[in-house]
Each structure stands twice: as structure tokens, then as C-alpha cells.
């Protein structure tokens, strides 16, 4: 089996190596340092070329940086007047050079990863995205984070198609994966005493969120008060519990991260309340990773579908936000209700909604550390 696989990979180090050529050939021009603009709403800077690493600085979307250093796990090492940190490439783009994220152009060594239909692959990347289609001009539908391992259905150039273990099919950039198995760690399963969880009530101070469209009710309470009951949910079930807030203050996203990083939590659940256009209705649950999130979210969304909290759950979704996305700890956000449908506003103001949704998300959180 194993001879057969090294033979597989060494044709597809040729097929793969003619492939790449070109690729090859612009990577060998790129010359460091460099200018990126940064193409994400706030990009953490760190300390390391880690996840867990402290965050030392934060830039906005449009800032230009010098890179001077990037690795081979898609990190770069970047310099913006007196800052200077990592940052994970794939949310900076080359000013030079259109279409090319930073840090992407360290190449692969040719057949580092086998294409071949079946076959399984390593993420090698602090955190990954996966893309609809064969580029970075592809809409990202989901990410995975270092260990993780995927089918390979297929390769197009430098990009591999890809089954996640949650069924999500997708691109990812070949580079940014390991041919092969690695191995799992376990995701504990002892339970939800001693845990700790961070509850992060969303909006405050000067950030009132969304304002109810028929009793002008402030997301920003409806957070707080939601939060302060799961919290004593999650005490009573025996775990630990940090808030991010417990006053009507605005802590920045990072400072949200920050609270959940550098207590180790185990788990961070941001609670939230919605607002549409449309006469939308319901609770909706969000996840970032995959393979690191999805399975949290997946449970907190179990226990809010089922009857008895008042409104019907739309289901669990990919979200594309900064403290699940920016954060090493598992995390889900959970949108409780539309404060633009009149309905749902006047179920959600009430403290009783408010409480049967906690008890719901703090057994789910439970359930999914059984
Ligand atoms: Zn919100």
C-alpha cells in the first residue's frame, strides 16, 4: 500500500511539477519586502506566527504594510510605522502583483501533496480557507485549522478540491496542505465542571447594535441580560464562566478574543440578536471552523431547535466573523430573534425567552463537552 502511494505521488511530482512551472517562475521574482494592503475589516497582529500567540496590534481594512518575512504556513511577518508582527498572510494582498494574497507565493516543493482522488491531506496552516472555486477571487465557504484532514477529490494548478470531515466541499490552496494522515487529538469528552467559557454579550456603550423596529429595544441590553442569565446556567451546570462585558461598555473585538485567549478557555459563545430586511423570524447559529467550531455550534444549535424557547431555529451557517474567525478558542455565535420582525422583538424583550434561550445554548455547550 505504502510503495504503491509513494509510486502514485512520484508520478504526480512530474505531473504536478510541469503544472507549477509558471508558478514557479513569478515566485521566483518576488523579492521581500514588499507592499500588501490589508483586505479583512480588522487583522490582528501577533506576537508569533501563531493563533495563540498575544495580539500586540490591530489594522483595518485598506492599510498598507511592509512584509519582510513570510513562511511557509502562509504567516508574514509585516511592519506598519512602529508595528511590527505576524499576521496570517491570506488576509493581506500583494499591492504589486493583483490577485495574490501575501505569503502565498512560497511554493510548494511539487508533489508535496497527492492529488489523487481518495487520497487524504493534512492542513499544514494556522487556519485555512476554503473557496468555492480554483483561486482567491473564489468566495470563501468555510475553514480549517492546522491538523485537520481532508479528502482530495480533485486538483486544477495550485489548487486542491477538498471533502472536510464535516462534508464541505470546497478549494484550498495546495501549498497550505500535507500529504497524508497525521494525528488527532482528542476533543477531551469529560464533561462540561470546570470549564471554562467565555460569554461575550454583544454591542455596548457607545455601539447600541441593532434597534428593534416596532419597541426600539437595544440589542445591546438584550445581550447583556441574555449573557448574564447563561452565565448562570453555565454555573449552575458546574463551569467556569468569564464574561467579556458585565456593563454597558464597548469592548473591542480583539479585546473579546483577547478575554477567551489568554484565559485558555475552553469554549466562547457570543450572544447576539438580529436584524433583516425581509420579515425574517428566528434563531440562527454561527461557526467559523469547521472542524474546530462546528462541532459546538452544531450542539448549541440542537438544543435551541427543539420546541419550547419560543421562536424556531433557521439552522446552523458558516459566518464569516471576526471572534469566531480571530479566535484560537472554539466559539459559536448565536443570533437570538429579529428585532426587525414585531413578533420576534416582542418574544425576545421578554425575560422569559431570554432565559429558556440560555438554559438551551448552556446545554448544548454541556452536550458537546460530553
Ligand atoms: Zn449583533
Known amino acids: 500500500m505504502r510503495t504503491k502511494l509513494l509510486g502514485l505521488a512520484l508520478i504526480l511530482v512530474v505531473i504536478v511539477g510541469s503544472l507549477g512551472l509558471r508558478s514557479n517562475d513569478a515566485s521566483a521574482t518576488t523579492k521581500l519586502p514588499y507592499q500588501a494592503k490589508v483586505i479583512t475589516a480588522a487583522l490582528n497582529i501577533r506576537s508569533e506566527p501563531s493563533l495563540q500567540a498575544s495580539v500586540v496590534g490591530q489594522l483595518k481594512a485598506g492599510d498598507v504594510v511592509s512584509v519582510t518575512e513570510e513562511d511557509d504556513d502562509g504567516w508574514v511577518l509585516i511592519k506598519k510605522n512602529k508595528v511590527s508582527g505576524y499576521a496570517a498572510g491570506y488576509l493581506l494582498r500583494k499591492q504589486d502583483d493583483s490577485g495574490q494574497t501575501a505569503g502565498s507565493s512560497s511554493t510548494s516543493t511539487g508533489g508535496k501533496v497527492s492529488t489523487s482522488p481518495g487520497s487524504t491531506a493534512t492542513v499544514t496552516a494556522d487556519s485555512l480557507r476554503i473557496r468555492s472555486g480554483p483561486g482567491t477571487s473564489y468566495k470563501t465557504i468555510g475553514s480549517l485549522t492546522q491538523g485537520e484532514q481532508v479528502t482530495v477529490t480533485g486538483s486544477q494548478s495550485d489548487w486542491l478540491k477538498i471533502r472536510t470531515s464535516g462534508n464541505v466541499a470546497g478549494w484550498v490552496a495546495k501549498e497550505y496542505v500535507d500529504k497524508g494522515a497525521s494525528q488527532q487529538h482528542s476533543s477531551g469528552g469529560t464533561g462540561i465542571r470546570g470549564k471554562l467559557v467565555v ?19 437595544k440589542e445591546k441590553e438584550l445581550t447583556l441580560s441574555t449573557a448574564q442569565y447563561l452565565k448562570q446556567e453555565l454555573t449552575r451546570l458546574g463551569a467556569k464562566v468569564v464574561m467579556t462585558r458585565t456593563t454597558d461598555v464597548k469592548p473591542e473585538l480583539s479585546e473579546r478574543v483577547q478575554v477567551s485567549e489568554s484565559n485558555h478557555a475552553d469554549a466562547f459563545v457570543s450572544i447576539h440578536y438580529n436584524s433583516s430586511v425581509k420579515k425574517t423570524s428566528g434563531t440562527l447559529t454561527f461557526f467559523y471552523s469547521d472542524k474546530k467550531d462546528r462541532p459546538l455550534a452544531s450542539a448549541v444549535e440542537a438544543e435551541l431547535s427543539k420546541s419550547g424557547i419560543g421562536l424556531r431555529s433557521n439552522g446552523l451557517s458558516f459566518g464569516d466573523l471576526y471572534v469566531l474567525r480571530e479566535n484560537a478558542t472554539v466559539a459559536t455565535l448565536v443570533e437570538l430573534g429579529f428585532l426587525s420582525n414585531q413578533k420576534d422583538e416582542s418574544i425576545v424583550r421578554g425575560s422569559a425567552y431570554q432565559r429558556k434561550a440560555a438554559a438551551a445554548i448552556a446545554r448544548g455547550v454541556a452536550d458537546y463537552f460530553d
Do not use: F, K, Q, R
Not at 204 to 209: A, E, F, M, N, R
Open 199 to 217: 460569554v461575550d454579550a454583544g454591542h455596548g456603550g457607545s455601539d447600541p447594535g441593532m434597534i428593534g423596529t416596532t419597541y426600539d429595544t
